[in-house]
């Protein structure tokens, strides 16, 4: 079982930058890729980052590429989501989740555990 929190989000300019965080209970986090998504209101949930479970693979959304850059530390239990210059259309509630399969590491059907959300808005 997993059990995971983010924190970060808030209210940012556009070309600002924040970053979240993705903390992890138990002790098999380290086994596991992590995936981040959003989902703005009226919106699917979209994929972001991922990365796998020793942090030697990362991939991105198409979106997001070139701005946002994932990361971990097994040793915290902790995976983080930097975000530069950040647009308005990434406003968004982001979603760490776990336990994907690398094959399907962008769908939202490879991850077992999910987070409850950080809410991130960017003004104009």
């Known amino acids: 079982q997993v059990q995971l929190v983010e924190s970060g989000g808030?209210?940012?300019?556009?070309?600002?930058?924040?970053?979240?965080?993705?903390?992890?209970?138990?002790?098999?986090?380290s086994s596991y890729h992590v995936g981040w998504f959003r989902q703005a209101p009226g919106k699917e949930r979209e994929?972001?980052?991922?990365?796998?479970?020793?942090?030697?693979?990362?991939s991105n959304g198409d979106s997001v590429k070139g701005r946002f850059t994932i990361s971990r530390d097994n040793a915290k239990?902790?995976?983080?989501?930097?975000?530069?210059?950040?647009?308005?259309?990434?406003?968004?509630?982001?979603?760490?989740?776990a336990a994907g399969r690398w094959g399907l590491i962008t769908s939202t059907r490879g991850y077992r555990?999910?987070?409850?959300?950080?809410?991130?808005?960017?003004?104009?």
């Open 10 to 29: 808030g209210l940012v300019q556009a070309g600002g930058s924040l970053r979240l965080s993705c903390a992890a209970s138990g002790r098999t986090f």
């Open 113 to 124: 555990y999910w987070g409850q959300g950080t809410q991130v808005t960017v003004s104009s």
């Open 77 to 97: 239990n902790l995976v983080y989501l930097q975000m530069n210059n950040l647009k308005p259309e990434d406003t968004a509630a982001y979603y760490c989740a």
């Open 47 to 58: 994929f972001v980052a991922a990365i796998s479970e020793s942090g030697g693979r990362t």
